[in-house]
Structure formats: C-alpha cells, structure tokens
C-alpha cells in the first residue's frame, strides 16, 4: 500500500464503486468497527448477508462468518481480509469426525453452533448462534435426542438452562477457556457492585459468577438496560469498543485471561483482519471464500431453518 494514502477514504471509494458492503463483529480490531457499515454478533452478520443487496460481501470475522454468508448468497462474491483468519472452536470439530459421531448416533437430531466450517453444517439439522441456541434447542419436543456440537461448554450451559441432556461434543474456544475465575473475583473486590458480564463459551465456573450471561449482542444489550457503572466483562476485549460507544460514562472493565503477561483476551483469528488487508481486499476483490456446491446446498438448510426460527 502507498504510504500517505488515506486509507478510510479510499476503502470508502472502492465501497461506493463496487457496491460493496462491509460487515464486521463485535471482535475486530476498532479501527474495522469503526469503518464497517454495520457491527454485530454472529447472527446479525448471517441476518445481514441473507438480506443485502450490495454485489460484494466483505466479512471482517472469520472463516466460518465469511462461508456461512457464501451459503446464504451464492451469487455473490464474499471476501475475507485475510483467509489465515480461522477459529479454534470449529477446529477442535473435524468434519469426518464430526460424521462419524452423527452416524453412531441414530435418531438423534444434530444441532452445531455456527462456528464450524460448512461440511460440519452439512450434516446438521440445525444450526444455532449464542443469541438463540435456548430457542432453538427448545424448539425440539423434550423426548427428543439432540447431540449438541461443538462447544462444550455453550453446551452444558445450555443443558443447565433447558433441563435437556443433549450429547455434547468435545470443544471449545481457547480465548474464552482461558478466563480465571480467581482473576475476576479479585477484580470483583476492587469494584464490589461490578456486573460480571460472560459469554456462554467461557468454563462453568466463570458463567457460575455471572450477572448476565449472553451473545455478544446480548451482553451489549444487557450493559445498555442496566443502572450498573461498572461491568467486567468475560468475553474477548474487541466487544468494549461497542459497549463503550452505546454506554457512555459507563466503565468496562476486561476480564484477565490465567496468564496475564499474554492478551489472551483477544482472538489472534480475529485480529487478523487490518485495515490495510481491508483496503487490499477490496481493491483486489480477493481473497475470495469458496464454499464446494454440494457440502453449501446441504448447508444452507440448517442455516436457514436457524434464521427461519429465530425470524
Ligand atoms: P457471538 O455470536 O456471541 O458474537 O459469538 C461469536 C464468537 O465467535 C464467540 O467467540
Ligand atoms: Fe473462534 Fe474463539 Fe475466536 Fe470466537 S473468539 S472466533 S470462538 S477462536
């Protein structure tokens, strides 16, 4: 990129050019917050693709956001800043494997979470975000088996609230595995009347000391409704940017990971994404994500079964 050029404005320009729309989450770096035309969890992201009428996608996320817009809108093209920007929870879910566990199960119904790659929702019946797995998941009669992947501990969470005994797989997150329950309570006795704030990704004995546990959008929004100055916050740091914004005069505090030398608290996957790999993106309208026609016609059903229920 040519030194002095601004890149605000000209990722501006070559939006308007080529009638591309950049999305973002609540996990990127500010500076992608501040210039996407629209920020929020993963479900508003998907809610947002299925709708816009924009040429080209740019999706400020990771991998998985980025394919589950190519299933939704085929004929569009969806960029990625940087295609390095995977995600270890839908890593720590192999698609063979993951087929392997659904075949030994029959008659149980698949929910997967979002954040997985395309070939595990191709052999899913639904999928779910934060903001509505309880719905959906309750959507299902009581008798009815489910296996829940790949978070384990969205999933346990999820179990606890509902009374189900879904068979869970054997993942997780390893940003929001990493919160410390001794961090947090010692920062709960510098700031007394904290809100504790915890995204159902975290271990069960982080959400055991929450206020509030939610989606990112749901966090933000639980932080806007309440009368609480002080919120720390168990969830990846990118999210402060927003709460911040919508709640002025109100302090957040960012939850420390175990080993607080490290900023575990921020997803590298997500900080992948800069403005300058934004700027080229556009520009060279790649990298492009590709999602294989038959895994994305078998994915795009629970996709929009999810979108459908959570309507
Ligand atoms: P949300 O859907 O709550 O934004 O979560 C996405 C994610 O990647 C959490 O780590
Ligand atoms: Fe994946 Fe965790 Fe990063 Fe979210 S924070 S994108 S779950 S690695």
Redesign the pocket.
């Known amino acids: 990129v040519d030194k002095g050029i601004d890149l605000r404005k000209e990722i501006k320009k070559l939006c308007k050019e080529k009638n591309a729309v950049i999305l973002g989450?609540?996990?990127q770096a500010d500076e992608i917050q501040e210039i996407a035309d629209f920020i929020g969890?993963?479900?508003a992201l998907a809610q947002w693709a299925a709708k816009t009428s924009a040429d080209i996608i740019v999706m400020c996320g990771v991998h998985f956001m980025g394919e589950t817009a190519k299933i939704l809108c085929p004929d569009k093209k969806v960029l990625i800043p940087d295609l390095n920007a995977g995600?270890s929870l839908a890593d720590s879910c192999p698609a063979d494997e993951f087929a392997r566990f659904v075949n030994e199960h029959p008659g149980y119904k698949v929910i997967s979470y979002v954040?997985t790659s395309a070939a595990v929702k191709a052999v899913t019946d639904v999928v779910v975000?934060?903001?509505n797995a309880r719905q959906i998941v309750e959507s299902f009669p009581k008798d009815q088996k489910l296996i829940f992947g790949p978070d384990k501990n969205l999933g346990n969470y999820i179990n606890s609230i509902t009374g189900r005994d879904m068979l869970l797989w054997n993942g997780a997150?390893h940003?929001?595995e990493k919160f410390s329950v001794e961090k947090i309570l010692e920062l709960k006795k510098q700031y007394p009347d904290a809100q504790v704030l915890v995204?159902p990704?975290c271990k069960g004995a982080v959400a055991k000391l929450a206020d509030k546990v939610a989606?990112?959008?749901g966090l933000l929004k639980f932080a806007m409704q309440s009368d609480n100055k002080n919120f720390i916050v168990a969830t990846?740091s990118g999210i402060l940017y927003e709460m911040k914004k919508k709640c002025p005069g109100k302090n957040f505090i960012p939850a420390p990971p175990e080993d607080s030398t490290c900023a575990c608290n921020e997803c590298n996957f997500m900080r992948l994404n800069t403005l300058e790999k934004l700027y080229n993106t556009l520009k060279f309208e790649w990298p492009e994500v590709q999602v294989d026609q038959e895994i994305a016609e078998k994915a795009i059903k629970p996709i929009e079964k999810m979108l459908e229920i959570s309507a």
């Open positions: 989450h609540f996990y969890d993963s479900l995600c954040n975000t934060s903001t997150c940003v929001h995204h990704e989606s990112t959008a990846e």
